[in-house]
């Protein structure tokens, strides 16, 4: 890491009792390039000067490392593999093995564009498959601002552009220039907060024992130091079922494939089976 990056990461512990250490490498020095750029071109010691004096600086960089950007649909190769193949293909080992829930986990659900997307899915899949079956998702996040979005499910035309027309009629409700999701797909989706490097639980505890079918954590991954990558895949392995699904972002298909317990299921969608 350069030394600038390493004096400001020390700083921000020290002074400000932030650990952005946990970061990678990578995504620090982008961060504090940005943010260096559009306020203190001049020199990084200026920068360093202000955010020791600055309470307020601190806070901006502070936000700067917490990208929650999302939108429904987000990748749509991701989304179409989920809905043609992992999807049904969970549906029918339930169906054969006369298990009626199917338990999905969105982790790192910024304001739940992406547990609300995978409950259309399913919503779509089970009204067409045989029998009663029920689907649960539990999407959670470590931003309290975004699990309070997350709950109020209203979005803007920027957050539901890549969802195909026919589920816009059938899953919301528009009023103005806002999206509402309807409270049918609603009440499948349960928020709550849990971070993801929290030591303790597998499993967020709303869920109470885990055991998903699918883990998605999507564009999470990849700000964090390989270590921490880890420690989260190691989470997920613990809770997903055996021969259970982990779908990531597109960028971080390298980082699964790095760890254990994970096999690509289908190239080049970030798509993985529990192995
Ligand atoms: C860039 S957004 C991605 C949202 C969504 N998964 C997607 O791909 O569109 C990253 C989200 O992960 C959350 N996040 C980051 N680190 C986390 C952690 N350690 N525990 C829980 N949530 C975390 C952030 O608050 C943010 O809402």
Known sequence: MKK?????VRLMAEKYALDISIFSETFIENTLESRLQSNYPDTSSAY???L??????????????SNSYSA?????LTFSMLHQFVLPKIIGWKV??????????SAGCAAGQEAYTLAILLDNLVNKSPGSMRYHVFGTDNSAPELEAARRGIYDYEAIKNIP???????????????AIKDRIKKQVEFSDFDLLDGESSSPPSSIFGDFDLVMCSNV???YKPEFQMTILAKFFRTISEGGFLATGEAEVGIVNAAR???QYMTPAPLFVKS
Not at 54 to 63: H, Q, T
Not at 165 to 179: A, I, N, S
Request: charged share 30%; glycine share 4%; aromatic share 22%.
């Open 165 to 179: 027309f026919e589920y816009v009629q059938d899953y919301f409700l528009k009023t103005g220039d806002v999206y």
């Open 52 to 65: 020791e004096t600055d309470p307020n600086e601190a806070l901006f960089l502070k936000k700067a490392f």
């Open 48 to 50: 360093q000067l202000k």
């Open 221 to 223: 991954l990849f700000y």
């Open 261 to 263: 317990g994970f096999r």
């Open 4 to 8: 600038t990056s390493e004096s400001i």
């Open 72 to 76: 429904f649909f987000r990748n749509p």
């Open 96 to 105: 054969k093995n006369h298990d009626p829930e199917i338990r999905i986990w």
